[in-house]
Nanobody
Framework: VQLAESGGGLVQAGGSLRLSCVAS?????????MGWYRQAPGKQRELVAG????????YADSFVKGRFTISRDNAESTVYLQMNSLKPEDTAVYYCNAVVVVTTIETTRSLDVWGQGTLVTVSS
């Protein structure tokens, strides 16, 4: 599975962006949860939002506070992140993540797949 993000860019504070992440290659049918993480300069990567295959969502309430919405289209193997009311502190590289379930005769395990990231810059 490969992930390709798009939609990042430069936006003024208060503006909006919509990030997209398309999964491709062998194994997309085995993708379970998908999510968005971000990493600001000098900081650790942190979860922004996640969504299960059935559509259950989770958010980093500490900073999302109703401003972001995650959604997915299983048929298109795509996950989206709608970001509104952006703040300068949202500036970061945003990474798409997919959890791929791999089942063999002996075992079932989960693999984390990451995209290359897309830069979001919010100016004040």
């Amino acid at each position: 599975v490969q992930l390709a993000e798009s939609g990042g860019g430069l936006v003024q504070a208060g503006g909006s962006l919509r990030l997209s992440c398309v999964a491709s290659g062998r194994g997309t049918e085995s993708i379970d949860a998908m999510g968005w993480y971000r990493q600001a300069p000098g900081k650790q990567r942190e979860l922004v939002a996640g969504i299960s295959r059935s559509g259950s969502t989770t958010y980093a309430d500490s900073f999302v506070k109703g401003r972001f919405t995650i959604s997915r289209d299983n048929a298109e193997s795509t996950v989206y992140l709608q970001m509104n009311s952006l703040k300068p502190e949202d500036t970061a590289v945003y990474y798409c993540n997919a959890v791929v379930v791999v089942t063999t005769i002996e075992t079932t395990r989960s693999l984390d797949v990451w995209g290359q990231g897309t830069l979001v810059t919010v100016s004040s």
